[in-house]
Nanobody, 117 residues
Framework: QVQLVESGGGLVETGGSLRLSCTAS????????MGWYRQAPGKQRELVAR???????YIADSVKGRFTISRDNAKSTVYLQMNSLKPEDTAVYYC???????????WGQGTQVTVSS
């Protein structure tokens, strides 16, 4: 059973930066897409960024220019670099791996990101 373990969340001031990491234990063969989602209190979970095995990326408009996603296939790890953080970025961030870009197959446990104003 593949598990995803996230790290890097925390409390940061407005304008600060954080780097989230998500590493898979076990084989992720066929999991071509790695992504980061977030869910703020009272809101639906939303896709923040996604990267394919070929390296093509999708970045949500709300974070474009501030967040970047990358992956290290050798380490089965995906990263989310978050710069110029805003209070509205406060949420639980989840990584997810999937065979297709539309429906993740595996989810991480989530990591809290809190941006203070």
């Amino acid at each position: 059973q593949v598990q995803l373990v996230e790290s890097g969340g925390g409390l940061v001031e407005t304008g600060g930066s954080l780097r989230l990491s998500c590493t898979a234990s076990g084989s992720i063969f066929g999991m071509n897409y790695m992504g980061w989602y977030r869910q703020a209190p009272g809101k639906q979970r939303e896709l923040v960024a996604r990267i394919s095995s070929a390296g093509s990326t999708y970045i949500a408009d709300s974070v474009k220019g501030r967040f970047t996603i990358s992956r290290d296939n050798a380490k089965s790890t995906v990263y989310l670099q978050m710069n110029s953080l805003k209070p509205e970025d406060t949420a639980v961030y989840y990584c997810a791996f999937g065979r297709t870009p539309w429906a993740p197959n595996i989810w991480g446990q989530g990591t809290q990101v809190t941006v203070s104003s």
